[in-house]
């Protein structure tokens, strides 16, 4: 298999190949620019996620779902947790973070006018994918440092082990691969 095709929210997608190492290889799921798949997945995942008060997510690849899923909502805004401490935040708060597509540590930041939005209340959060956990756990470490109930976690998709955990909310299950040959993978 030279791509991974995907079906996702009634479209499909053809998936290129990324390394982790010799044997191992994910399906590169980029949504960031994808209206069609942006759109019909945050319809479904809006569905699915039902009240809460807030929806947060990380930079940066999460912001255009988180849109879409606070609009079907019907929220008037979404909360995202930076990448960076901008000059323009005050009162902030962090938290770090490894996941499996980024190469070194990561922080993350919350802005005090955004704790503020979400102190006390519910909050869904959203990534795009959720394979190893270790981003989504990052953010939920930072929302509960600013005082909100983590009630639900929603994602796209669900990749590898991801798929048989019961805290997240997904649309389709992504598996990882095996490589076989030079340019070629399996299903593990």
Do not use: W
């Not at 479904?44 to 809460?52: P, R």
């Not at 947790?81 to 938290?95: C, F, G, H, L, V």
């Not at 470490?141 to 109930?149: H, Y």
């Not at 590898?160 to 030079?182: H, M, T, W």
């Amino acid at each position: 298999m030279k791509k991974y095709c995907l079906k996702v929210a009634g479209l499909k997608r053809e998936l290129p190949f990324v390394d982790i190492n010799e044997e191992l290889a994910f399906a590169s799921f980029v949504v960031i620019s994808d209206t069609e798949l942006v759109s019909a997945a945050g319809k479904l995942l809006a569905e699915k996620i039902g009240e809460c008060d807030a929806i947060v997510t990380a930079e940066a690849k999460g912001i255009a779902l988180s849109y879409e899923i606070s609009r079907q909502l019907g929220h008037k805004n979404f909360i995202v947790a930076r990448k960076s401490e901008k000059s323009y935040m005050k009162d902030t708060i962090e938290t770090s973070v490894k996941s499996i597509t980024t190469i070194s540590k990561q922080h993350l930041y919350l802005d005090g006018s955004d704790i503020e939005k979400i102190r006390g209340r519910k909050v869904c959060l959203i990534d795009d994918v959720v394979s190893t956990g270790q981003s989504l756990a990052a953010l939920e470490e930072l929302v509960i440092k600013a005082g909100a109930d983590v009630v639900r976690k929603a994602c796209i998709l669900a990749e590898g082990e991801a798929a048989d955990r019961s805290d997240i909310i997904y649309l389709e299950k992504l598996p990882l691969f095996r490589k076989v040959s030079q340019g070629e993978y399996e299903v593990i």
